[in-house]
């Protein structure tokens, strides 16, 4: 399991577990499965799926993701549930 | 009884006050908590950039970003103020600019050109008093700030700042350590300060480039400090109106005290005088 948190600047998202994250990175999509090496890439603007219990959604522009030993971290600069 | 119903009017009026100060108090304490739950929410975002940023950077980096800059000497700088748009907080208002007046003065004592931001009416209002020339002037900022005011607040200097045309931007602003410390501070953001890292750094693989990624987040980093400025600021103020809206309640309230027991003794002698007067006349008839 993936420990996912999304948060922008105003407020936190999303906290909790999820099996899989897919997320728009600046050049495409980009999934995110438990064991995930290491990673940190800039986000662009669309659509972050996060499937935990039930699928959220939510309409990011802009910020990161960082991947850190099942840690999720969206960090972005505009997020709303979409 | 002129003197009684004198009483009366001041009685009554002081009641009127003190049901305007009561309820002022009630709004500023649903406000305040509300305001201190942005503050709250806006952390998480805050850490995260902290750390992200304090992994990939190093000083090898540091010389190539524009926000990184460290000028030799300042020569001009930016002094962002922000105050509230409306008074009856006490001391708030005054504070934050007396603090304002200091950093300008600790500036220009080092011969360094200062250029005034100011948000909010109460501070522009003292400045246009002692005729100081501000560059820019804002009352447009709620006591909802949001990231959009912030990122429109800092973007100019961000701008000028790395074009070369400003050395240092500050912000003054209270910060709000709890509701009842909420002391004025000044933050320099820029240059920005990196955060530095505890302990070794992970290796991440990084998309596209550490470079491209801490080009991205560097103006995010200023950006919210920033919005946290302004959140920080809008909940103190309303701390600071809770605590003076309570004072004046006390207040109001123990001045009635003083006036109906005030008003209850002049009663009691006039009824006194009444009768010592019915009981004389009597006396004076049977004798």
């Known amino acids: 399991m993936l420990k996912v948190s999304v948060v922008s600047p105003e407020a936190t998202l999303y906290e909790g577990d999820a099996t899989s994250v897919v997320a728009p990175a600046f050049d495409g999509e980009v999934g995110i499965l438990p064991s995930h090496a290491p990673m940190i890439t800039v986000l662009g603007q669309g659509t972050l799926r996060v499937n935990g219990e039930t699928l959220a959604r939510f309409t990011v522009s802009g910020g990161f993701v960082q991947v850190v030993d099942d840690v999720v971290r969206v960090v972005t600069e505009q997020a709303t549930p979409a | ?287």
């Open chain 2, 1 to 287: 009884m002129a003197k009684g119903r004198e009483l009366v009017g001041r009685i009554k009026t002081t009641e009127n006050t003190r049901k305007i100060t009561r309820t002022m108090e009630m709004v500023a304490t649903s406000k305040m908590k509300r305001a201190s739950d942005r503050v709250a929410s806006s952390r998480p975002y805050a850490k995260a950039l902290g750390d992200v940023i304090s992994s990939l950077f190093n000083a090898e980096l540091a010389e190539r970003f524009p926000l990184l800059r460290q000028p030799a000497a300042e020569q001009r700088a930016a002094v962002v103020l922000i105050t509230a748009n409306r008074g009856l907080c006490g001391a708030f208002n005054a504070n934050l600019i007396k603090e304002a007046r200091l950093t300008v003065h600790a500036l220009e004592e080092q011969g360094v050109q200062v250029d005034l931001h100011v948000v909010g009416r109460k501070g522009i209002g003292f400045f246009r008093y002692v005729g100081r020339e501000l560059t820019t002037a804002r009352t447009d900022i709620t006591d909802k700030p949001t990231a959009t005011d912030a990122a429109s607040l800092v973007e100019g200097l961000m701008a000028d700042f790395a074009a070369g045309l400003l050395d240092a931007v500050y912000i003054v602003r209270a910060k709000f350590n709890s509701v009842l410390s909420t002391p004025p501070t000044t933050d320099r953001v820029l240059p920005v300060a990196a955060p530095t890292r505890s302990g070794a750094g992970r290796d991440y693989l990084l998309f596209p480039s550490a470079d491209a990624i801490l080009t991205e987040l560097l103006p995010s980093y200023v950006r919210n400090a920033a919005y946290r400025a302004l959140v920080e600021t809008a909940a103190a103020e309303q701390a600071a109106r809770r605590t003076a809206m309570k004072s004046a309640t006390d207040n109001a309230g123990e001045m009635l005290n003083i006036l109906r027991r005030t008003y209850n003794r002049a009663r009691q002698a006039n009824i006194t005088q009444e009768i010592a007067e019915i009981v004389g006349g009597a006396a004076a008839l049977q004798g």
